[in-house]
């Protein structure tokens, strides 16, 4: 590919990578597709991230090319690997040849799993926002490469990594303010409910509104149930009035 051309498509994948705020939005679908960018724009034989998604427990997702792969080489580095170390430090990992003196020293399972996948070397960034690292992005190289990396594949990674952090970042953000947003609106609708079942109540009985209120109050807690529903069940005239006034004797 042209530098233009690779110039070109490099801002259209960055421009892709901020779209996250859809209700569709599936993590691993996206951080597949991110893999796959990557490969496709790294001239990678692979590419995998390891993310967690909050108190969710640690994923692996490979790209398509070379599934089996990428897989067996995340899966591996529970023992030790790129992925790990960037994970836990927050730092990239520079690239590394896999060989007996280069990952092959750092990390021995997972160089050899490499190697029989015929991996030349690797190299990791962490995709982290304001210091919270989300994930890891891993390049696998392919041995017909002469240098692991160059600068500019290192740049362009740093650049998927990051910009996918903000997407992932944005895409927390807005599902947090939407599940506020539902928790408010719930809470409004059962106040409005509580508040019509005492106005139906007061008018009813020819008593003030707090007088009304206990007596929602008192009939939920004797039979256990939410006050909302007893509210419910006083706007559809689905209760009786003696009910709910216990022993009283409701005015005729």
Request: with cysteine; charged share 25%; glycine share 10%.
């Amino acid at each position: 590919m042209r530098d233009r051309d690779s110039e070109l498509r490099l801002a259209e994948v960055l421009v892709e990578t901020a779209d996250t705020l859809t209700e569709d939005f599936d993590p691993e679908r996206y951080l597949r597709w991110l893999a796959d960018r990557s490969v496709e724009l790294l001239g990678a034989q692979g590419a995998g991230v390891m993310y967690t998604g909050g108190d969710e427990p640690v994923r692996l997702v490979a790209c398509s090319r070379g599934q089996a792969a990428v897989r067996d080489l995340l899966e591996v580095q529970c023992c030790g690997g790129p992925c790990v170390d960037s994970f836990g430090t927050g730092e990239p990992v520079a690239p590394v040849r896999i060989d007996a003196g280069g990952a092959g020293a750092r990390w021995p399972e997972f160089a050899e799993q490499a190697d029989k996948y015929g991996i030349a070397g690797t190299y990791a960034v962490p995709i982290s926002r304001r210091g919270h690292v989300l994930g890891v992005l891993n390049v696998f190289v392919p041995a017909r490469h002469h240098v692991v990396a160059s600068e500019r594949e290192l740049r362009i990674a740093q650049a998927l990594a990051g910009a996918a952090a903000v997407g992932l970042s944005n895409h927390r953000t807005h599902s947090e303010y939407r599940t506020l947003s539902r928790q408010l609106q719930t809470a409004l609708d059962s106040r409005i409910r509580i508040e019509q079942a005492k106005g139906i109540l007061a008018e009813r009985w020819n008593v003030d509104m707090d007088e009304a209120f206990e007596a929602l109050r008192r009939y939920a807690r004797r039979e256990r149930q939410v006050i909302d529903v007893v509210a419910t069940q006083v706007i559809k005239g689905s209760i009786a009035g003696e009910k709910l006034r216990g022993n009283r004797s409701e005015p005729s």
